[in-house]
Nanobody
Framework: QVQLVESGGGLVQAGGSLRLSCSASARTFKNNAMGWFRQAPGKERAFVAAITWSDGATLYADSVKGRFTISGDNSGNTVYLQMNSLEPGDTAIYYC???????????????WGQGTQVTVSS
């Protein structure tokens, strides 16, 4: 079981930036893919971005392309989500997830962090 710990959430004004971090307790073939999802009040959990440790391949939701960047620190087992040009619609709890494959489907990720709140004010 891989343990995931997120940090970096907070309150920011529209147009601002935040960087989220997710530290994994270990890296195995079971968590080659690291993803970020978000869940706003009253909505289903939605895919944001993902990256693979093996080759650094990335995948983004259309709603965040050009604004968010996912990256990985291979030495520290940490994945980052740099969020720029934030909008009120980005307000949600952001969850880090680990799985085997680079996918947008939450159900394919086996391990989840506790989540970190991101609030964007207008």
């Amino acid at each position: 079981q891989v343990q995931l710990v997120e940090s970096g959430g907070g309150l920011v004004q529209a147009g601002g930036s935040l960087r989220l971090s997710c530290s994994a307790s270990a890296r195995t073939f079971k968590n080659n893919a690291m993803g970020w999802f978000r869940q706003a009040p009253g909505k289903e959990r939605a895919f944001v971005a993902a990256i693979t440790w093996s080759d650094g391949a990335t995948l983004y939701a259309d709603s965040v392309k050009g604004r968010f960047t996912i990256s990985g620190d291979n030495s520290g087992n940490t994945v980052y989500l740099q969020m720029n040009s934030l909008e009120p619609g980005d307000t949600a709890i952001y969850y880090c997830a680990a799985g085997r494959f680079l996918l947008e489907v939450a159900g394919m990720y086996e391990n989840w962090g506790q989540g970190t709140q991101v609030t964007v004010s207008s």
